[in-house]
């Protein structure tokens, strides 16, 4: 499966911004999709997982309250809604698909799209 994200782009501390992952290839409702990010000189980390029937999430702790992931199965898209970023929220957000039922709770990923650069100004 391919994947593409977009919706990435530059806001104000306590902005929203919108993330959207196409995938293309596959047969989207058969993998877990995941939102994972990274900062300058800082390792990859997991924001936001989607069980693939969309019934089961799983967040950091940094995302819980303020982000929400979603998914589409129709239009082959997933989802990530940021509400009250913060500085700290910068980096290039990258989604991700998993064959494995168990990858939304392992937050292991097969396929991987380019990232969306997402910059909050303070």
């Known amino acids: 499966v391919q994947l593409q994200a977009s919706g990435g782009g530059l806001v104000q501390e306590g902005g929203s911004l919108r993330l959207s992952c196409a995938a293309s290839?596959?047969?989207?409702?058969?993998?877990?999709m995941g939102w994972f990010r990274q900062a300058p000189g800082k390792e990859r980390e997991f924001v936001a997982s989607?069980?693939?029937?969309?019934?089961?999430?799983k967040y950091s702790e940094s995302a819980k309250g303020r982000f929400t992931i979603s998914r589409d199965n129709a239009k082959n898209m997933v989802y990530l809604q940021m509400n009250s970023l913060n500085p700290e929220d910068t980096a290039v957000y990258y989604c991700?698909?998993?064959?494995?039922?168990?990858?939304?709770?392992?937050?292991?990923?097969?396929?991987w799209g380019k990232g969306t650069q997402v910059t909050v100004s303070s």
């Open positions: 290839g596959g047969t989207f409702s058969s993998y877990d």
């Open positions: 989607i069980r693939r029937s969309g019934g089961y999430t």
């Open positions: 991700a698909g998993g064959r494995d039922a168990t990858s939304w709770f392992s937050k292991i990923f097969d396929y």
